[in-house]
């Protein structure tokens, strides 16, 4: 049994969402630090910085990252606030259109990020 299986599922997804935004966080501080210190200043810099694998690999990261925050983030708010409690009959058609469309955006924003990161 891991450490992840003995927390409750809100537990766990507290911290997949704190985790994402991390690697998000830590991954836009580096893209910044290449920024500021003016060693891409160019498209042919930045092209080159973006051939590397590891940069590579890093942003698909990003966007790994990126897709499950927005996934469990808009699952929070539409839990909350798109119910029949709230929303009268609505409320439950309402929950699984946005739910249908922040599935679609999320995939599209990864297919894309794939085609132009390979």
Do not use: Q
Not at 57 to 63: D, H
Not at 104 to 114: F, H, K, R, S, Y
């Amino acid at each position: 049994m891991t450490a992840m299986s003995k927390l409750g599922t809100g537990t766990r997804d507290f911290l997949i969402v704190r985790i994402c935004a991390l690697l998000m966080l830590l991954y836009s501080l580096y893209l910044l630090g290449y920024l500021i210190t003016g060693e891409i200043n160019n498209f042919a810099k930045w092209n080159s910085f973006f051939e590397s694998s590891l940069n590579k690999v890093l942003s698909l990261i990003f966007f790994a990252a990126f897709a499950v925050h927005t996934w469990f983030g808009t699952w929070a708010i539409a839990s909350d606030y798109l119910t029949p409690k709230i929303m009268g009959n609505f409320g439950s058609f309402a929950y699984i259109i946005f739910r249908v469309l922040v599935a679609a955006v999320i995939a599209l924003v990864l297919t894309w990020a794939i085609l132009i990161i390979f």
